[in-house]
């Protein structure tokens, strides 16, 4: 597990990142954000208004996670298994034909309007 100091390291490393706060119906609300890090002080800052959802959320509720994707995104125990090709799903080629009746669909809508 990492120490703080790498942790932060991450952090001070980047200048945005996910925030996650707690939504009025208790769930997570997400925004991708610009921070400045602030090491020594162990914090970040953001700029918002108050009329954001992101705002309005951490007035109701100050609890909030932030994710920073660090220099590697996969780390090495995962890159091999991150680079296969995943199994095709079965009923895609349903899937396909349903996707091309809704477009059809879609345009004789539109050309009889």
């Known amino acids: 597990m990492p120490t703080q100091d790498e942790l932060w390291q991450v952090i001070a490393g980047s200048t945005h990142g996910t925030l996650a706060t707690v939504g009025r119906d208790a769930g997570p609300q997400l925004s991708n ?6 090491a020594a002080a162990r914090l970040v800052r953001i700029s918002t208004t108050a009329d954001r959802v992101k705002a309005r959320n951490l007035t109701r509720d100050a609890r ?4 920073v994707v660090g220099v ?3 780390p090495p125990e995962r890159r091999d298994r ?3 090709p995943a199994p095709r ?9 349903s996707l091309s009746h809704c ?7 539109s050309t009889a309007a």
């Open 72 to 74: 590697d995104f996969w």
């Open 64 to 67: 909030a996670a932030l994710y």
């Open 103 to 109: 477009r059809d669909c879609a345009a004789r809508r």
């Open 82 to 84: 991150a680079s296969r």
């Open 89 to 97: 799903p079965p009923g895609r080629q349903r899937w396909k034909r």
């Open 33 to 38: 954000i610009l921070y400045v890090p602030d």
